[in-house]
Every structure is written in structure tokens, then in C-alpha cells.
């Protein structure tokens, strides 16, 4: 896959990507914000996600770059299911340096365009945690919709956090995007 959005591209992950997303995941920060914490990955855990998900028809591990090519974030959709026409997606922008610049809404656009028109999904869903108000504001200014609460699901620093749960349908990105297919 290659996708060229407004300030960012879209590609699929190589083996010598790796390195860098086992730095990313393992940024403390970053890992308080998404699923795995507090277990550290590495980069043989990175590689044999790697390779089974060369083999895997339901899942996609792709890599953010920005538009002077450096690879700045990792972003997959897992559990694809094809008869109903939906995913989950996941995403970070591992380089911290970047955050707040667009990057992360414009790969997410961008994704979801390609998903929506070309590979014709009706539906995608994803998960955020309750304090991560960061991700919250890019998923609901790019259109997805609060459709639950997982309470309690999260054990992170001795509490416990709701998860909310998100989803966005094909005909609403394409009226939020002015897109008449
Ligand atoms: C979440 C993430 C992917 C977003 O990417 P990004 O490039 O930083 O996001 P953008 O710059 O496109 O948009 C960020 C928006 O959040 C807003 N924002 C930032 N901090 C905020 C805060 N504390 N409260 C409310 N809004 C905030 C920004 O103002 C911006 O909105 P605006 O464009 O309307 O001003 C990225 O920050 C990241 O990787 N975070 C760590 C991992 C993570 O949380 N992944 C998601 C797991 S569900």
C-alpha cells in the first residue's frame, strides 16, 4: 500500500522499521497512551509480530512518513473482517516532536479515504482510552462517534480507566468530507 495525503505518506511496514517501533512503543509516554503497558516490547517480540503479520489476511501494519520521508508513526487495522466490511484501527506518531502539527488527523484522513472509496468498508472502529484527550479530539474532528464505554477496562498506575469505544461509518466520512462517490 502506498497513500499520499496532504502531509503525510502512507506505506506498508518493512522489516527495517522495526527499530524504530520498538522505540516508539517503549517511549513511556507513548506506551501510557496505548494497549500493551507496562510490558516492554523488543525488538524480537517487534520481529515476530512482523513476520505473522506477513501471513496474516485480517490485519495491516503500515508506517507514517512524513512528506520529506522520514518515518515519523505507525498506524494498523486489526480484526478485518471482510464479509461485514469493517476493522479496528490503532495509531501513533512516534516521534513526539511532531505531535500537534496535523500529522496524525491527515494520516487518519488519508487511511480512511483509501479504506471507505477504494476497498469499499462500511465501518471502523477503534478504541481510546478515557484520559487521552489528545486522540479523543483527532478521532471525533475526523468523525468518528462515541458509541460506548468499556468501563473500568483499563488497570494503568494503580486505577482503573474507562476505554471508550469509537466508530466512524462510511457514509459519514464521506459527508463530513464533501466526498460524492
Ligand atoms: C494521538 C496522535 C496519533 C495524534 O496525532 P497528532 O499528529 O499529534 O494530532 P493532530 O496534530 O493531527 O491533532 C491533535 C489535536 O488535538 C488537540 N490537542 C492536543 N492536546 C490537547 C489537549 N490536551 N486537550 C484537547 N485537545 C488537545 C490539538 O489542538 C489538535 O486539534 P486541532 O487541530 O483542532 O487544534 C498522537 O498525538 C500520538 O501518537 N499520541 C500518542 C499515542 C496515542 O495516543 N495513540 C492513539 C491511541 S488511541
Not at 527495517?16 to 512503543?25: E, F, H, R, T, Y
Not at 520521508?69 to 511532531?98: P, V, Y
Request: no cysteine.
Amino acid at each position: 500500500m502506498n497513500l499520499a495525503g496532504n502531509k503525510v505518506r502512507i506505506r506498508n511496514i518493512t522489516r527495517a522499521d522495526i527499530p524504530l517501533l520498538v522505540k516508539w512503543k517503549n517511549d513511556p509516554e507513548i506506551a501510557d497512551l496505548v494497549r500493551g503497558a507496562p510490558i516492554n516490547t523488543t525488538f524480537e517480540i517487534e520481529s515476530r509480530r512482523y513476520e505473522k503479520g506477513l501471513g496474516e489476511y485480517d490485519t495491516l501494519r503500515l508506517i507514517i512518513e512524513s512528506l520529506t520521508g522520514s518515518s515519523i508513526g505507525f498506524i494498523s487495522l486489526g480484526s478485518i473482517d471482510k464479509e461485514n466490511r469493517k476493522a479496528e484501527l490503532g495509531m501513533l506518531i512516534g516521534e513526539k516532536r511532531m505531535w500537534n502539527q496535523g500529522f496524525g488527523t491527515d494520516a487518519l484522513v488519508t487511511l480512511l479515504r483509501h479504506l471507505f472509496l477504494e476497498l469499499d468498508f462500511h465501518r471502523v472502529g477503534l478504541e481510546v482510552f478515557e484520559y487521552n484527550v489528545r486522540a479523543k479530539k483527532v478521532y471525533e474532528k475526523t468523525g468518528f462517534t462515541i458509541e460506548g464505554l468499556e468501563r473500568q477496562g483499563l488497570y494503568r498506575n494503580g486505577r482503573y480507566y474507562d476505554i471508550i469505544l469509537m466508530g466512524i461509518l462510511r457514509d459519514e466520512f464521506l459527508g463530513k468530507y464533501r466526498i460524492f462517490a
